[in-house]
């Protein structure tokens, strides 16, 4: 950030009085410019058993598989974020059964929440972001061809809680150092 979006003067990276660490803030009007985590929400669609994946057709991770999810919209909920996400990738129709799981990325300043979904009919198609759309048996899970560990750890828990049918909301932290 170079310029202030309320004035157009100079930014600087600096503490701002009140504050404990560096902010963008205008040399001229003194408008801090908080930059924060983004929010990154997707569904966990199941139906007869198989859950739903979609092959990326963008970057980054292009080609792997992942559960449907992007970035929130200003003035949506994470859950109707969650929802959309799934028809715009998916083209499926879900039907949420609650939050299931929680992941904090400091390193790349994100937070991923996915919701445990029902399809509500075997109906789904290739969104514009997505080049294939399947249900995979939790054997058939292409376990070495998944584009996130959010998305590896999600479906872990799923299979994993699925035996004993309960789903506790899970938050971890995925923390990697950077260099």
Not at 96 to 106: A, Q, R, S, W
Request: charged share 25%; with cysteine; hydrophobic share 35%.
């Amino acid at each position: 950030m170079n310029f202030c979006s309320a004035c157009g003067g100079p930014i600087v990276r600096r503490v701002p009085p009140g504050d404990n660490r560096e902010r963008f803030v205008c040399q001229r009007c003194e408008t801090v410019h908080y930059i924060n985590p983004k929010i990154v929400t997707g569904c966990l669609p199941v139906y007869d058993g198989a859950v739903l994946l979609c092959r990326r057709g963008i970057e980054p991770r292009k080609g792997l598989w992942t559960l449907p999810a992007g970035f929130l919209e200003l003035g949506e909920t994470t859950l109707a974020g969650a929802l959309r996400e799934t028809r715009e990738e998916a083209c499926a129709t879900v039907d949420p059964l609650g939050l299931y799981t929680v992941f904090n990325l400091p390193h790349i300043s994100q937070v991923y929440l996915f919701y445990r979904a029902r399809l509500s009919e075997d109906a789904f198609s290739p969104g514009e972001e997505t080049t294939d759309v399947r249900l995979f048996d939790e054997q058939d899970i292409p376990w070495d061809d998944l584009a996130f560990p959010v998305v590896t750890n999600t479906l872990r828990h799923y299979f994993s809680d699925r035996v004993s049918g309960d789903f506790p909301v899970r938050v971890e932290d995925i923390v990697i150092q950077r260099r």
